[in-house]
């Protein structure tokens, strides 16, 4: 098997230490020859790239190890981007989600306002990632989970349509993790699903298992009181307990389709003033991931970096990341798994918007993800999804023009904002907020 040289964009993300015990427990399936790090925050970088070091000379000591803000040494002679950068960190995620909350609409980081707001700041961030790799690697792919993924997927999808850049999401991973825990199998990988929708805004049709019998049953029985909530706690991305009570809300989002199973983050769009009632407007989900998630993964960084070795370290592999092995085989060993990614419609939904971003399960290959064609969907799904990705395209579109109106046109079409006038009082907020990251608005 070749042996591949990867850069993670995005060195300093939280995600990154969990990554690379991912990717060094995977060597057999997929080896590595050198992994680097890029980020445009030196000293954050530093602080993961100083323990993860340590981690890969214990683990793997022949794996070359390099860590740059330098774009021509990171993007150069590399196999794979994997790209999971935050445009502004998490002192503009707690805006993104604040500043909505002062008016009373849902503060979320991918959904409504938030979203719109993070979106006008990662696509720049993305593309010009694209355009580091096209320059110093052009037969490299990129594996993009950089969020709001489909505002960020829609972007590359317009504005650099020959790109090799695969755009997926890990919640569908996730509640599948759920699903299969609840179905009591080993793993989410003994069922074969079809599903439909946009990223963060989707539908489970069928759930199978490998011979064929339909497990929706069990499942709708299990969802209909619980939601995807399950008994045990376990370790991992998705445990905290406001992580829980999405898992909870899943059963009021359920209600509104019981013949699908629905993605969590919809609960934003049909609940939306339940949420804003529940949330902290002064201690939001960025202030529980800086006093958490963050602060444990660069204390241990720094002990295991002052200490020199790993032992002892909480630090866990992040196994539920294994997608991203899985897609990288699939490219490099042209593996036709299946999988749900974020791909341009093209008829893959008959009734729906051939241009929109969707997520649907695709075969993925040496040459890219084909995507399966889920036929027709429902109205009440459609109708919603056409004015979501009506709110996505619109993002774009103002972001490239320069336009004013059409980002609050944007807001406006949002189902999680009540109004126009509310929507231009959020619109003046952002800007201001945001005026070293968006370009400016005429
Ligand atoms: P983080 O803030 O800890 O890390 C992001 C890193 O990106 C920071 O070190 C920052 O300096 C860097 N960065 C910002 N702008 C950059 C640029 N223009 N060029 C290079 N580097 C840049 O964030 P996190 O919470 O670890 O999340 C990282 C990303 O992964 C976010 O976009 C998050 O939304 C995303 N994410 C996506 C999924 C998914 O399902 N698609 C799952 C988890 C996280
Ligand atoms: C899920 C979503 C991601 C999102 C993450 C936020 O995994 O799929 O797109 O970034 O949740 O998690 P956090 O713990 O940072 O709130
Ligand atoms: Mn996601």
Redesign the pocket.
């Known amino acids: 098997m070749k042996k591949h040289s990867i850069v993670i964009?995005?060195?300093?993300?939280?995600?990154?230490p969990g990554i690379i015990m991912m990717l060094l427990d995977n060597l057999d399936k997929f080896p590595i020859k050198e992994i680097k790090f890029?980020?445009?925050?030196e000293e954050?970088?530093n602080t993961?790239a100083d323990a993860c070091r340590v981690i890969i000379k214990e683990k793997a000591p022949e794996i070359k190890f390099l860590a740059t803000?330098d774009p021509e040494e990171a993007f150069s002679n590399i196999d794979f981007v994997m790209a999971?950068?935050?445009?502004?960190?998490?002192a503009m995620?707690e805006k993104d989600e604040k500043i909505p909350l002062e008016h009373g609409v849902v503060g979320q980081?991918?959904c409504g306002p938030g979203g719109i707001a993070?979106g006008m700041?990662?696509i720049?961030?993305?593309l010009?990632?694209i355009e580091h790799m096209e320059t110093f690697s052009p037969n490299a792919w990129m594996l993009?989970?950089?969020?709001?993924?489909a505002i960020v997927a829609e972007a590359t999808r317009r504005l650099k349509p020959n790109a090799k850049v695969l755009?997926?999401?890990?919640?569908p991973?996730s509640i599948e993790n759920l699903m299969a825990s609840i179905l009591e199998l080993n793993s989410r990988k003994e069922m074969i699903v079809k599903y439909y929708g946009l990223?963060h805004f989707g539908w489970w049709t069928d759930i199978r298992d490998r011979e064929g019998n339909d497990l929706m049953p069990k499942l709708k029985n299990h969802v209909k009181d619980k939601g995807y909530a399950i008994e045990f706690s376990e370790s991992g991305?998705h445990v905290d307990d406001s992580w829980k009570s999405t898992f909870t809300k899943v059963k009021d989002v359920y209600a509104l389709d019981p013949e699908t199973m629905p993605n969590t983050y919809l609960k934003y769009y049909f609940y939306p003033q339940d949420e804003v009632e529940k949330a902290n407007a002064e201690y939001t989900r960025a202030n529980e991931?800086m006093d958490g998630?963050?602060k444990h993964?660069f204390g241990e960084c720094n002990r295991i970096a002052q200490a020199n070795t790993s032992e002892g370290s909480t630090l866990e592999i992040d196994e539920h990341a294994s997608y991203i092995v899985d897609l990288a085989r699939a490219i490099a060993y042209n593996t036709q798994e299946r999988m749900l990614l974020i791909v341009e419609n093209n008829g893959a939904i008959e009734n729906f918007d051939p241009t929109a971003m969707v997520e649907v399960p695709c075969i993925v290959g040496s040459q890219g993800p084909e995507p399966l064609t889920q036929g027709q969907i429902p109205r009440f799904q459609k109708s919603l999804m056409e004015q979501q990705v009506g709110v996505e395209k619109l993002v774009v579109e103002a972001w490239e023009e320069g336009s004013y109106q059409k980002l609050w046109q944007a807001l406006t079409l949002s189902k999680t904002v009540p109004n126009a006038r509310v929507a231009k009082e959020l619109l003046d907020d952002l800007i201001e907020a945001n005026q070293e990251y968006w370009p400016t608005l005429k």
């Open positions: 964009a995005g060195g300093g993300s939280t995600f990154t890029y980020d445009n925050d954050r970088q993961v803000v999971h950068i935050r445009v502004g960190k998490y995620r980081e991918t993070y700041r990662s720049g961030g993305v010009e990632l993009n989970y950089s969020n709001p993924a755009n997926i999401c890990d919640m991973i990223n991305q991931v998630r963050e993964v």
